[in-house]
């Protein structure tokens, strides 16, 4: 297989994840670049000092609007993975079918003696190996979620901070900041979105259609066909 062949064959295998990859640059780039130009306009009215791009990308004032962003998007996918193990939503595409709400047995699952040879090893392992294997999306995605958190609380607390100070006003402590509008106003605004994201898709996904999306039924099914993929 030529070089040109290869290159072609993992681009049309990993399309997906390349495309979305591309857009985040792009997005965050545009962000970097728009919240520079606002925080000197800003600046520039208060007779303050403009940053540079690489001063602002490693601002505390960025580095909140980034963070603030992730830990909603994975505290979204967390609270989606594991509630979809337990509840279910009758004609929607993600949700399980009826009566497979929980874990799932072993041969469901194809873990343990049930496991195919090419399942992955911990699948075919028992013991703690399996138990972490089995919950380890879960875990990932809420492990993300708790240290992008952190770090909105960090930069924020640098961020508001900063302001104050330039207002010649006391910085906040830790415990005050974890507690303050500011901090919470933040956390709010981005869950509230990917909550309401996330039900409409729930919910809009049982009535609409999308043909040949793996996240749509096929277009003829039932509104009521819950767990198909077209």
Request: glycine share 8%.
């Amino acid at each position: 297989m030529s070089a040109a062949s290869a290159v072609r064959r993992a681009l049309a295998r990993n399309g997906l994840g390349l495309v979305f990859l591309g857009l985040f640059g792009a997005a965050l780039l545009g962000q970097a670049i728009t919240g520079m130009l606002r925080y000197n306009e800003e600046a520039a009215a208060e007779q303050m000092p403009s940053l540079s791009f690489g001063q602002y990308v490693t601002s505390s004032q960025f580095a909140v609007d980034v963070a603030e962003n992730w830990q909603s998007e994975y505290l979204q996918f967390f609270l989606f993975i594991v509630l979809t193990v337990w509840l279910i939503q009758v004609g929607s595409p993600e949700s399980k079918e009826l009566g497979r709400a929980g874990r799932e047995s072993d041969e469901q699952q194809k873990v343990g003696e049930y496991a195919q040879p090419d399942s992955p090893a911990w699948a075919r392992a028992g013991g703690w190996r399996l138990a972490v294997y089995a919950r380890s999306l879960g875990l990932t995605m809420g492990l993300i979620f708790l240290l992008s958190w952190t770090a909105q609380l960090v930069a924020g607390r640098a961020a508001l901070n900063t302001e104050r100070l330039q207002q010649l006003q006391a910085p906040l402590g830790w415990a005050d900041y974890a507690v303050s509008p500011d901090f919470w106003n933040r956390t709010l605004q981005n869950w509230q979105s990917e909550f309401l994201a996330v039900a409409s898709m729930v919910v809009l996904a049982i009535y609409l259609r999308e043909r040949g999306s793996p996240e749509s039924k096929p277009v003829g099914d039932p509104h009521t066909t819950t767990a198909s993929e077209g």
